[in-house]
């Protein structure tokens, strides 16, 4: 009697007891493989052929036979093909169980936008101590001085002065043009009396080293263009355009005609002299500017050297302001 499975419909063999070779599913009991009766052996005697013992197969030897004889290719295959089913179901199902267990574990959540409202500021009132108005402030200062205030810059004077200056002065009053600056010896004394009352506000006076040479070098603007000097042993005075140049090293004074010129870089495109243009106040009395390391190095020696008092108060506020410039109102 053929026994049909009555899930996949596949014909079964004696490998199939309880489950379906085929689809592994559990048969209803009548389909159950049922084992057949034992066969009892027959031993036969024989006088001349001595003991013949005639085995029967039993019930359960044809069974085992039947069952080896019967598994087929493609019941190897579908056990393979179940135990691997088998094996995958219990794999998934594992690591399902792990995923659960590990999600538990570290909480897996969706992560929460949360918004941090910026802490609002109190506004300060009280003036910036870096802002420009302040800075203007700390650097303009007055020293009760009684000098002529003038406008800075004329004549285009920042065009005359080369780009390696140290140290920059420009100075509104003309009377102050010998006392300040008589620290430079004898000749220039004398020059000085002679532009007296000839040279117009405001002049300008620089420090600078140019190879071997270094010194101070005076520019002003005499009301008498054709005013000439001539009979100067050590001090040397040209003319450029409108100015005046005077200086003990002549290769100083051809500095600054290549700067005016345009031949060489000049101090009104200095980033020293850029950066405070827009903020320097346009007139004062005094306007001093230097650079830093060898413009300190002047200030120190010339507040040394200076004979006038005046000069050397004026020149003291600047090295204190620890600033770039300084303008005396």
């Known amino acids: ?9 596949s014909e079964l063999t004696a490998s199939s007891h309880h489950f379906c070779e085929y689809c ?29 013992i005639s085995k029967k197969p039993s019930k359960k030897d044809t069974t085992i036979s039947k069952i080896s004889h019967g598994i087929s290719i493609r019941s190897v295959v579908g056990g393979v093909l179940l135990g691997m089913s088998i094996s995958t ?12 267990v590990f999600s538990s574990k570290i909480n ?72 300040y600056f008589s620290f430079l010896g004898g000749e220039f004394f004398t020059l000085a009396e002679s532009l007296k009352g000839k040279i117009n506000s405001p002049y300008s006076a620089f420090y600078m080293k140019k190879g071997l040479s270094s010194g101070w070098v005076l520019i002003a ?3 008498d263009t054709s005013l000439e000097f001539l009979g100067n042993k050590d001090i040397t005075t040209d003319k450029e355009g409108d100015a005046l140049i005077i200086s003990y090293e002549p290769e100083l004074i ?39 390391g060898d413009g300190d190095i002047v200030l120190n020696e010339t507040m040394r050297n200076t004979l006038s008092e005046e000069f050397k108060s004026i020149l003291t506020s600047f090295k204190e302001s620890g600033d770039s410039y300084l303008v005396i109102k």
Do not use: W
Request: overall charge positive.
């Open 221 to 223: 603007f005499p009301a």
């Open 24 to 52: 592994g599913s559990e048969l209803p009991e009548e389909l159950y493989l049922k084992p057949k009766e034992t066969v009892s052996e027959k031993i036969a005697f024989s006088n001349n052929e001595g003991v013949k």
């Open 108 to 179: 897996l959540k969706k992560p929460r936008i949360v918004s941090v409202e910026k802490p609002t500021t109190k506004t300060d009132t009280t003036e910036p101590a870096n802002s420009t108005e302040t800075k203007n402030k700390e650097n303009n200062k007055n020293l009760g001085l009684d000098l002529r205030s003038g406008v800075f810059g004329q004549n285009n004077v920042y065009s005359y002065i080369p780009y390696d200056f140290s140290l920059y002065v420009e100075i509104s009053d003309p009377k102050t043009f010998d006392p």
């Open 1 to 9: 009697m053929k026994r049909i499975c009555p899930f996949c419909k």
């Open 89 to 100: 179901m219990i794999f998934l199902f594992i690591q399902t169980d792990f995923l659960k």
């Open 254 to 292: 051809d500095q600054v005609k290549l700067a005016k010129s345009e031949i060489e870089k000049n101090m009104s495109i200095h980033p020293s002299f850029v950066s405070i243009k827009n903020i320097l106040p346009k007139e004062g009395q005094v306007f001093l500017l230097k650079k830093q």
